[in-house]
């Protein structure tokens, strides 16, 4: 559960994070690096750098987060269909969302600097933990 202090200190810091795009597609770039057995579910996707697929969807799911940001109080149902698309369709194995979480940390802390704070940073995994779990709720 998210308190009033973290919901708070979230929307104010996702705010004011710049290029959120960028920075979607950035993470899941590290995360094909950093965990190539993550590529197994993008088999028709280019997965070079800067490429045309890993922009689009970095943006997709950047959406979808600024969207969850949005909805802090009811992450369940914001997120109920893309649960859904994950759990039935997709069947991404749930380890994985823990895994693009801690590359989204490292690409904010990599460009926002100092701006990135403990505080932010515990509010930004617990928010990220939360999407995660949400999306893994289909599963069983
Ligand atoms: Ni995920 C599609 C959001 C984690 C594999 N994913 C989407 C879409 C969104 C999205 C939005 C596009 C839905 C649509 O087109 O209707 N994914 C998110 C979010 C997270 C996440 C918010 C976690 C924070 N997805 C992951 C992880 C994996 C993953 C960890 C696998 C490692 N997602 C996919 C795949 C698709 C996908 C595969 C379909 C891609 C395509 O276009 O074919």
Known sequence: MLTAEEKKLICRF???????DVFGAEALYRMFITYP?????????DLHHGSDQIRSHGK????????????????????????????YNLRVDPVNFKLLSQCFQ????????TEYTPEVHAAFDKFLSAVAA???????
Request: hydrophobic share 45%.
């Open 14 to 20: 996702w705010d004011k994070v710049p290029q959120k």
């Open 37 to 45: 057995q993550t590529k197994t579910y993008f088999p028709h996707f």
């Open 60 to 87: 997709k799911v950047v959406t979808a987060l600024d969207n969850a940001v949005k909805c802090l109080d009811n992450l369940g149902q914001a997120l109920s269909e893309l649960s859904s698309l994950h759990a």
């Open 106 to 113: 490292v690409v904010l802390a990599v460009h926002l600097g």
């Open 134 to 140: 949400v999306l893994a709720e289909k599963y069983r």
